[in-house]
């Protein structure tokens, strides 16, 4: 069964310095890994992906994130943190066959100091 | 711009009560799903249907049913409502090829007292 932990409820981090939030995968054949990102009282939005090929994947609002297989870890990066990216973040793995199901991590709360 | 409507933002039902949660998406994805929102528990799959009038039971299908009877449309079913099921219900819906993202609605903050 596939699975996805983020180790840690919450991440703080002071406004422009460097971000990391971090999340580690279990999945049998090859991963299709995601974040997303939620705001107060709103569903999700989608932040970036990682299919196949360069391990570094850009996404919205400078965000990017970091594949590295020998340790299962698709971990969300960003060079400037903003006191607006504060919210709550996910990592979801897709299986690639069957029905395809997503399974999310618990959730990071990015909480940026000014 | 992909959307997925949830057809209300806050609901509070009565203990017992049957209570319809009705999401509707414009992609044509043949995907749909609902997740139940807990805080420290994440995101948990309660139903998710392929195709329509076909569904599949998620990680946490007791108390619910779903139905889809047209591709755009997907709605969830508490049959007699408990307060253990207060929560935000949060709707999705993607392309069948794994390697999309879902898209989601506004989420239903549902109460029952």
């Known amino acids: 069964a596939q699975s996805v932990a983020q180790p840690e409820d919450q991440v703080n981090v002071a406004e422009g310095n460097p971000l990391t939030v971090k999340c580690t995968y279990s999945v049998s054949g090859n991963p299709y890994l995601f974040w997303y990102v939620q705001y107060p009282n709103r569903g999700l939005q989608f932040l970036l992906k990682y299919i196949t090929g360069d391990n570094l994947v850009k996404g919205s609002y400078g965000f990017e994130a970091e594949f590295n297989k020998s340790q299962t870890s698709f971990h969300l990066k960003k060079p400037s943190a903003l006191v607006s990216d504060s919210a709550l973040y996910f990592c979801a793995v897709r299986e690639s066959g069957g029905y395809q199901k997503v399974t999310f991590g618990t959730g990071t709360k990015l909480q940026v100091i000014p | 711009d992909v959307k997925v409507t949830q057809s209300s933002r806050y609901l509070v039902k009565r203990t017992g009560e049957k209570v319809f949660l009705e999401c509707v998406q414009d992609?044509?994805?043949?995907?749909m799903f609902w997740y139940r929102q807990d805080p420290g528990l994440g995101l948990r799959l309660i139903y998710f249907?392929?195709?329509?009038?076909?569904?599949e039971k998620g990680d946490i299908p007791e108390g619910y049913s779903v139905s889809r009877e047209k591709k755009e449309r997907f709605s969830l079913i508490l049959e007699s409502a408990s307060t253990n099921q207060t929560s935000m219900y949060l709707c999705?819906?993607?392309?069948?090829?794994?390697?999309?993202?879902?898209?989601f609605g506004q989420g239903t903050r549902l109460t029952v007292v």
């Open positions: 999705a819906s993607s392309f069948r090829t794994p390697n999309t993202e879902a898209f």
């Open positions: 249907s392929y195709d329509v009038k076909m569904k």
């Open positions: 992609m044509d994805h043949e995907n």
